[in-house]
């Protein structure tokens, strides 16, 4: 069984910065060839898509973080990075890696995937 485990959330102030982090183990790929992603769900609200990127480092983003966030990955060590800035309240949510086998390309829908994280927390104060 792949786990993914995300780290690095927490609270920060509006205009701040934040940078999540996600780390394969268990049953997973030596190249961790896997298309990757970003997803979040704040209260009461379904889980969104936040960025994507391919194992070459092709990335996709929400509009709503487009310019803001950064998402990366280093494959020798197995992780997926998404560096946050110019934080809004609205992006307060639990913060979701996710993964696929990449010969199936990345994807925006929540539901394309088959590895999830157990979430990491990301409060942004006003």
């Known amino acids: 069984q792949m786990i993914l485990a995300e780290s690095g959330g927490g609270l920060v102030q509006a205009g701040g910065s934040l940078r999540l982090s996600c780390t394969g183990s268990?049953?997973?790929?030596?190249?961790?060839?896997?298309?990757m992603a970003w997803f979040r769900q704040a209260p009461g609200k379904e889980r969104e898509f936040v960025a994507t990127?391919?194992?070459?480092?092709?990335?996709n983003y929400a509009d709503s973080v487009k310019g803001r966030f950064a998402i990366s990955r280093d494959n020798a060590k197995k992780t997926l990075f998404l560096q946050m800035n110019s934080v809004k309240t609205d992006d307060t949510a639990v913060y979701y890696c996710?993964?696929?086998?990449?010969?199936?390309?990345?994807?925006?829908?929540?539901?394309?995937?088959?590895?999830w994280g157990q979430g990491t927390q990301v409060t942004v104060s006003s």
């Open positions: 996710a993964a696929r086998h990449s010969y199936r390309g990345t994807s925006t829908k929540a539901g394309d995937y088959d590895e």
């Open positions: 268990g049953r997973i790929l030596d190249d961790f060839d896997y298309a």
């Open positions: 990127s391919s194992w070459s480092g092709d990335t």
